[in-house]
């Protein structure tokens, strides 16, 4: 069965930009996938713990050795990785914070980036372990970093995001980006009118069958 995880990362709710452009493209893969299955981590709702170093530890422990408070030391990680690797497809609704991802979304990252689970040692060398998969990033930003703008050097957000969806193997990845979502919180323009060409622009990442 196609499986699609669908992770939001950001704490505004229905107010929310990034929400609204995953949620869209949430419906469209249904439609496109009606036997599909899609399952749903909010990250702002239920935000992962910080790793420490009772997690570290448990992390590099062989399975077979680990104690049973190490084992739940990784429950958490594990249950993520295990959605990881469930799905054939990833979409991402990401608020940039800071010129970066939110923080949730990076608590994630630590959580599902496991050496001998999603990367393994090969040669020396990390080779990622999620074979086959897409991943699709859908970002808000108050204001414009695309290609050629003189804030472009200021997004650390998909470029993160990629190198590290392809550290884990999931190199087939696309972006879209929402930005210039200042308007919406300063009141100079309302937020249906501002989402209306952004999920146009996500409908068209599902092309009609020719
Ligand atoms: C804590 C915080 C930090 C932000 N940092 C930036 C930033 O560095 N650059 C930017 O362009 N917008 C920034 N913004 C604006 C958000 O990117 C913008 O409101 C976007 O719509 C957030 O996505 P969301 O609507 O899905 O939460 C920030 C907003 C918040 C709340």
Redesign the pocket.
Known sequence: MPTLLHIDS???GD?????HLSEEFVQNWQRRHPDGKVITRDLSANPPPVITAGWIGASFTPEEARTPEQRDTLAVSDELIAELEAADEYVI?V?????TIASVLRLWIDQVARAGKTFAYVDGRPVGQLKGKKATFLV????VYGPGTATASYNFVEPYLRTFFGFLGVTDAQSYAAGG??VV?HGEVDRETFLHPHLAAVQQLFPAAA
């Open positions: 950001s704490p505004l107010a929310s930009i990034s929400r609704g608020p940039m914070h800071n010129f808000a930003s108050g204001g979502a200042s919180n």
